[in-house]
């Protein structure tokens, strides 16, 4: 009988574009270090020429063994010949929402690791029991438009650098372990993988004795039909002005039972107001009932203005809450979740535009009312030199300044099977289509 686990590995290895080097995140834990193993036996026996592997692992500091656990990885490594990089999370760690940081730094030193030991993309080992428990964490919460049922993501592209490839996601933990224990490897059991103060623990040990959450087939097939849906309805029904305005026909406007739409229209929204996540569930309800109607009027959601009128319906960050940003120079930071601003010499100051004659009139130019036109031009960022506080106002246009549009909700996490509707989006906002993945298509074709 074929060996589960390498036969995964070698249809992951089939799905490149062509040979490249692979980085492994390596934890000790056994999804990860059977990943390793399996990807190494594969290329080593199957002569797949081209291909070579890295690993890294990440060291979170967050208990006093970890250093020695990364240090027993490394040696692991040694023994393979692989070449293996350990990255330290340095630091204060915040009090709340540990893992979701932990997160997030974590595949930052993965992708430095990763340039650092030229990889092509990152694989991690994510199982068909880590999908389930993400499914069950997710059904129980208000994600209005999210993700859902579709679970994680086969690939996902961070900061639009590098894609991350999830191989095992269709395998079982148990099959894993017997693929390690077949070949007299050990691995490591981290400690907060039983520590019930994390939801996933909780989620994990009420899995266990019931067959809640499983794994939709399809699923992700059936996300990413629907984000091409969704990509067709933004180009055919939605213009954005100037990165600050966006503009909806009156006809379309309301249709907001059409489920591809709603996330086309909340998708746009959110880029606006400079959100990574959809509204919650009773926010799309509340918003979804304003629409239908078809009467003019406002409505604010999500740090978004929805302006109905005769004319059609307008879409533009709220006048409140705006920073003042201070860049060094040479520097770059982001303002306002919405744009990211580098100084190319001086010293930058960045504050909302408030009195934004130019803008509003470059926006009725391009047909905005100017109402709308008044009130979206005070929301844009107004950059000028940190040393020059007077009351003229000089834009990115006159300083060496690079403002840019950011994607708030694909920029730092984008799932291959959104990939589609992410370049509609960034191509509305004028930003250049998301860099494709060192695979055909998308993983989940793997699925069966």
Sequence with gaps: MPDAVIETAKR??????????????VSGGSDSKGLLL??????????QSGFSLAACTVD??????????????AAFCAQLGIAHSIRRWHGDKPLT?????????RYELLAEAAAELGADCIATGHTRDDQRETIAMRGTRDTGEGQGAAGMADMV?????????RPFLHLSRAEIRSFLQARGVGWLDDPSNANPQFERVRVRARLAVSDQAPVLPGSGLQRAASSARAAALIGRHIQVHRALVAEVAATQAGKMDDRDWRRALLSVAAVLGGREHLPARATIERLSAFLKTGEPGRMTAARVVFDRRRSGLYL??????????AIARGGHALWDGRFNVTSEGPALTVTPEMRGALCEQRLIDAGVPKGVAKRASQVAPRV??????GPHSIGPDSIPAKVECRIALYDTFLPGFDR??????????????????????VLTEMEG
């Design 60 to 73: 979170h500091a967050l208990r006093p063994d970890s250093a020695k656990e990364a240090e027993d990885v």
């Design 420 to 441: 589609i509707m992410a370049d509609a989006v960034a191509a509305l906002f004028g930003r250049d289509r998301y860099p494709a993945p060192p695979v055909h298509d």
């Design 384 to 389: 000028r030199p940190a040393e020059s506080l």
């Design 97 to 105: 929402g540990i893992q979701a940081a932990a997160r997030e730094k």
């Design 316 to 325: 533009y960050r709220e006048p409140r809450d705006l920073p003042v940003l």
């Design 157 to 165: 592209l961070f900061e639009r650098r590098i894609w991350v490839l």
């Design 38 to 47: 399996a990807l190494h036996s594969v290329i080593e026996s199957e002569g």
């Design 12 to 25: 992951f290895l089939k799905f490149f574009v062509k040979p490249c080097r692979i980085l492994v995140a």
